[in-house]
C-alpha cells in the first residue's frame, strides 16, 4: 500500500442537517472476534452508552446479541464473548435518537435473509423515505431505528456482489454515517463506509480492524487508515482496499499512533474525569511549548503564516458547548490585544442566521472533536461567504480540520470523559497564542506588553499546576454545598467568560441547576433569586475590575448568599467578604481564565460524586455531540 494524500470525496447537494455520537468497531482476523469487540467497545463507551450489540460470523452464519444499558450487561449476556465463535464481527454502542433505548433498538441490524448485519454511527436523514420505500416491498422491520433501513437496502441491490450492493445502497443515504456491514457469504470480509462520520482502519498483520476512534484500536495496532468522507473499505485480516464513491481504487497512507494504550486508561484515577483535570499542565504544555521559539509564536504545521492579516476586519468565533465558551475567552483577549472586533457565535445559531461575513471576515472554529455538525454546518455557510477558516481541534485528520484553510491542533491526547476538561484548556491556551501573535503582527501589542504576556503564557502549565495544588480542600467544600438546589456563577469580563464555563461543568456532571450571570447584571433583575444560603460562586480573577466585584459579593450576601469566592492566593480583600475561598496562583488577569477554571472543574467533580453521579458518562449526554 503506497503513501499519498488522502482523497477528499464528498457527494454534492447532500443535506446535513445532525450527527450523534455512537462507537463503532470491528474485526477479522484469526483470533474470536467477540472478546476483541467487546473490548474495543468499552473503549467506545463514552461515545453513547445505553444499549450495545455485537454479530459475529462463523462460517456463513452470522449470529448476534444486544442488550439495553452498558456494555457490561453484554458482556454479562455473552459471558465475556465466550458464547460466540467465529473470527470476523462488528460491534456497537449506542447513544439513542431513533427510538427508545431497547434491546429491539440495539445495533446491530440484521436483514430479513439474515444474510447481512451493520452497525451505524450517525444519522440517515431520508430514512422515513426509504422505510416506506422498502416496506411497499415487502422488506419487515423490527426497530425503530433509522439504522434499519441500511441493512434492507443492502439485501435489496445485493446480486451476488457484495461491495457493489453496499456501494448502492449508500447512495441512497442523506445523512451522516459510518457503517460495518457483514455478508454470510464472504464470512472474512467486512465493508466499512463512511459519509460525515468519524471512522478509521486498523492495519494489523493477520488481523484488521475499524473503529469510530482510535483508542478502541491501540490495544491491538497503533497502524490506522483514516478514511475521508465517500470512502469504502474492503476489509479481509490479509487485506485492506479502499474505494472511492465510484468504486475506483484509490491507495491511502497509513498513519502512526504515538500514544500508547495508557493513555486511554484511568492510570489509578476512580474517573477519567480527574485523571483528565490532573493531565491538564502537561496537555497546555504540550499544546503551547512546540509553538514558542526565540520569542516568536510559530505555525509551522498549520501554514497560518500565510495568513493576510491586512485584509482581516472581522473575526467570527463559533463553536458548540465547552468549545464555545472557550471562545468567549478568545473574545475577550483578541479584542484587547488585537483590536479587532470579535463576535463569538453558537455554531446551532449562526448556520441559521444569514450572517454577514465577506471575504474580510476570519473565521475561527473550535471544535475537540472535529466532528461536531452543527460547527461543520456553520463552517461551510461561512466559508461559501468568503470567509477565511481557522480551526482548532484536538483530533488528527478530522473533518473540521479537512475542511478548514488552516487548522492548528490542541495535542490535548484524548479525552476520553464526556465533559470536558483539557479540551477546553487547550483551546483556551491556543486562543492566547493566536492573539499574542496576530496583536505582534498587526502593530497593535507594544514590544513591552509582547514580551510581559509571552513570558506568562509559558508558565501557564506551571500556574495550572499550582491551580491543583492549592486547593486540598475542594472535596470538603463540595461536601458543603453538594445537597444545593441550584447555584449562581457570577463575573465580570473573562471572569464572567469562565463563569459561564464553571456553571456548565457543574450542571453536566453534577445535575445542580446552575447559571452564570455577568456580574453586573445582577440589580438588573437576577438579584430577586438570591435567598439565604443560596451559594454564589464569585469569580475575581481579574483585578483591574475587583471593586466592582467585591460590590456585587456584599450585595448578595446582604441578601443572605453564601459566597465562595476564586480569587488569587493571599487577596486579602476578597477573604474578608468571601464566605469560602479558592485560591488559584497570581497570573496577569487576561491570562488568569485557564487557570481559574481548574479549581471550578474540581469543585464540579466532588459535587459530583458526593451526589453519587456518573462523572464520566453523565446522563443524556453523549462526546461532541449536536442533534437538531
Given amino acids: 500500500m503506497s503513501r499519498l494524500y488522502n482523497v477528499d470525496i464528498i457527494k454534492p447537494n447532500t443535506i446535513f442537517q445532525g450527527f450523534y455520537m455512537c462507537g463503532i468497531m470491528g474485526y477479522t482476523g484469526s483470533l474470536d472476534a ?3 469487540l467487546l473490548e474495543g467497545l468499552k473503549k467506545l463507551e463514552y461515545r453513547g452508552y445505553d444499549s450495545a450489540g455485537i454479530a459475529v460470523m462463523d462460517k456463513n452464519v452470522i449470529s448476534m446479541s444486544k442488550v439495553s444499558g452498558r456494555i457490561a450487561h453484554l458482556c454479562e449476556k455473552t459471558n465475556d464473548g465466550k458464547l460466540f465463535s467465529g473470527h470476523a464481527g462488528i ?34 436523514e431520508n430514512y422515513l423515505t426509504l422505510r416506506d420505500e422498502l416496506k411497499e416491498k415487502g422488506y419487515r422491520f423490527d426497530s ?18 457484495f461491495r457493489k450492493a453496499v456501494m448502492k445502497a449508500a447512495s441512497r443515504l442523506q445523512g451522516s454515517y459510518a457503517l460495518g456491514v457483514l455478508c454470510s457469504d464472504e464470512p472474512d470480509k467486512i465493508i466499512a463506509v463512511r459519509e460525515y462520520s468519524p471512522l478509521l482502519i486498523g492495519v494489523g498483520i493477520g488481523d484488521n480492524y475499524f473503529a469510530s476512534d482510535v483508542t478502541a484500536l491501540v490495544q491491538y495496532t497503533r497502524n490506522v487508515i483514516y478514511l475521508d468522507d465517500g470512502e469504502f473499505a474492503e476489509i479481509t485480516k490479509d487485506k485492506i482496499t479502499v474505494y472511492d464513491c465510484t468504486g475506483k481504487e484509490i491507495n491511502k497512507e497509513i498513519n502512526h ?47 497560518l503564516d500565510k495568513l493576510d492579516l491586512k485584509n482581516v476586519n472581522k473575526i467570527v468565533i463559533t463553536a458548540c458547548g465547552s468549545a464555545y465558551y472557550a471562545g468567549c475567552v478568545g473574545k475577550y483577549v483578541i479584542e484587547e490585544l488585537c483590536r479587532i472586533p470579535v463576535q463569538v457565535e453558537l455554531a446551532s445559531e449562526l448556520r441559521y442566521s444569514n450572517p454577514i461575513i465577506d471575504e474580510h471576515t476570519l473565521l475561527i472554529v473550535l471544535s ?147 447559571e ?27 483585578s483591574s475590575l475587583q471593586e466592582k466585584t467585591i460590590s456585587n459579593i456584599v450585595e448578595v450576601k446582604a441578601r443572605g448568599a453564601e459566597v465562595l469566592a476564586v480569587t488569587y492566593k493571599d487577596n486579602s480583600n476578597i477573604i474578608s467578604v468571601a464566605d469560602d475561598v479558592i485560591y488559584i496562583p497570581q497570573i496577569e488577569s487576561i491570562l488568569s481564565p485557564v487557570v481559574e477554571i481548574i479549581p471550578l472543574q474540581l469543585l464540579a467533580y466532588y459535587v459530583a460524586k458526593e451526589n453519587g453521579c456518573d462523572i464520566d458518562k453523565p446522563k443524556n449526554l453523549a462526546k461532541s455531540v449536536t442533534v437538531e
Wanted: glycine content about 8%; aromatic content about 8%; charged content about 20%.
Fill in 144 to 161: 425503530q431505528t433509522d439504522t434499519e433501513v441500511v441493512v434492507h437496502l443492502v439485501e435489496m441491490y445485493f446480486e451476488g456482489d
Fill in 91 to 124: 460491534g456497537h454502542t449506542r447513544w439513542a435518537t431513533h427510538g427508545a433505548p431497547t434491546d429491539t433498538n440495539a445495533h446491530p441490524h440484521m436483514s430479513n435473509d439474515g444474510k447481512f448485519a451493520v452497525v451505524h454511527n450517525g444519522i440517515i
Fill in 516 to 542: 452564570a450571570y455577568a456580574a453586573g447584571e445582577l440589580k438588573h433583575g437576577t438579584i430577586a433569586l438570591i435567598d439565604d444560603h443560596q451559594p454564589v460562586i464569585a469569580l475575581c480573577c481579574n
Fill in 257 to 303: 499512533i504515538s500514544w500508547d494504550i495508557q493513555a486511554a486508561e484511568k492510570g489509578g484515577y476512580e474517573h477519567f474525569m480527574l485523571k483528565e483535570i490532573m493531565e491538564q499542565p502537561g496537555a497546555v504544555k504540550a499544546t503551547i511549548t512546540p509553538r514558542m521559539k526565540d520569542n516568536e509564536i510559530v505555525w509551522d504545521e498549520s501554514g
Fill in 34 to 36: 467477540a472478546p476483541i
Fill in 368 to 514: 475537540q472533536s472535529g466532528e461536531t455538525a452543527d460547527t461543520i454546518a456553520a463552517m461551510k455557510e461561512c466559508m461559501k461567504r468568503g470567509a477565511k477558516s481557522l480551526s482548532v481541534v484536538n483530533v488528527v485528520g478530522s473533518t473540521i480540520a479537512k475542511i478548514a484553510d488552516y487548522t492548528v491542533y490542541t495535542w490535548a491526547g484524548p479525552e476520553i470523559a464526556v465533559a470536558t476538561t483539557k479540551g477546553y484548556t487547550t483551546q483556551v491556551s491556543i486562543l492566547y497564542l493566536l492573539a499574542l501573535w496576530m496583536g505582534k503582527k498587526a502593530g497593535t501589542l507594544d514590544e513591552t506588553l509582547y514580551q510581559k504576556l509571552y513570558d506568562n503564557v509559558k508558565m501557564i502549565p506551571k500556574a495550572i499546576q499550582n491551580a491543583l495544588d492549592l486547593n486540598p480542600k475542594i472535596p470538603q467544600l463540595a461536601k458543603k454545598y453538594h445537597s444545593s438546589k441550584a447555584m449562581f456563577f457570577i463575573g465580570r469580563n473573562t471572569d464572567y467568560a469562565v463563569s459561564l464555563e464553571g456553571a456548565l461543568k457543574m450542571k453536566e456532571i453534577s445535575y445542580l441547576h446552575a
